[in-house]
């Protein structure tokens, strides 16, 4: 089990990232790599493992955009694959990190909490099974508002909606493209939340 982040500043809210933060990242790599089948592409196991961990490494874009690039070629239709992808993207409870509920008490009463995340709507019903909704006021779910990471209009959005100054701010995140780097350029704190051992 990790420690919860230690914030020790006056901030007033914190945003929490969902995959890779507080579910297994695992699940999401798994909806693709069978979308990408489903689609067409032919590929080991072990191939997928390969291309997911360098796209990880590398911080730097979509992993949905450069794998289908890599399994199915630049001509790809990638909202095809994004809505096949979309079906299997479901959270077990099984897929909830032990350590968050405790992390999230030991914070909640210090500080405000929401979400900015690339998700699709029916996070929302995997989070309240697993008695994580009531800890988060608002909600800056992708699907929901038509916006993604690492567009700063989404950050705006829900700074927007939370009533807060950037600077008041803190983004947890297991991304530097796409949590550490927007969250900054809009004026918030960061925090780079590492990939947990064994997913991917």
């Known amino acids: 089990m990790r420690p919860c982040p230690v914030i020790t500043r006056p901030w007033r809210w914190l945003f929490f990232d969902i995959g890779g933060v507080m579910y297994d990242d695992?699940?999401?790599?798994?909806?693709?790599?069978?979308?990408?089948?489903?689609?067409?592409?032919?590929?080991?196991?072990?191939?997928?493992?390969?291309?997911?961990?360098?796209?990880?490494?590398?911080?730097?874009?979509?992993?949905?955009?450069?794998?289908?690039?890599?399994?199915?070629?630049?001509?790809?239709?990638?909202?095809?694959?994004?809505a096949l992808a979309a079906k299997y993207w479901a959270y077990p409870a099984t897929a909830l990190y032990p350590d968050v509920k405790p992390c999230l008490d030991a914070v909640a009463g210090r500080y405000r909490l929401g979400v900015i995340a690339n998700q699709p709507t029916s996070v929302r019903g995997a989070m309240e099974r697993d008695g994580l909704t009531g800890y988060f006021e608002v909600w800056g779910v992708s699907d929901d508002l038509g916006l993604q990471k690492p567009d700063p209009k989404l950050f705006a959005h829900v700074l927007y909606m939370a009533g807060v100054s950037p600077a008041r701010t803190v983004m947890i995140g297991d991304r530097l493209d796409y949590d550490v780097r927007p969250a900054k350029t809009a004026g918030m704190r960061a925090i780079w939340v590492l990939p947990r051992r064994g997913s991917r």
């Open 26 to 82: 695992s699940i999401y790599a798994r909806s693709w790599r069978r979308a990408l089948r489903e689609s067409g592409a032919e590929f080991t196991d072990q191939d997928f493992e390969d291309a997911y961990a360098s796209a990880r490494a590398a911080q730097s874009g979509s992993f949905r955009r450069l794998l289908t690039r890599r399994f199915l070629g630049e001509g790809a239709d990638l909202p095809a694959v994004e």
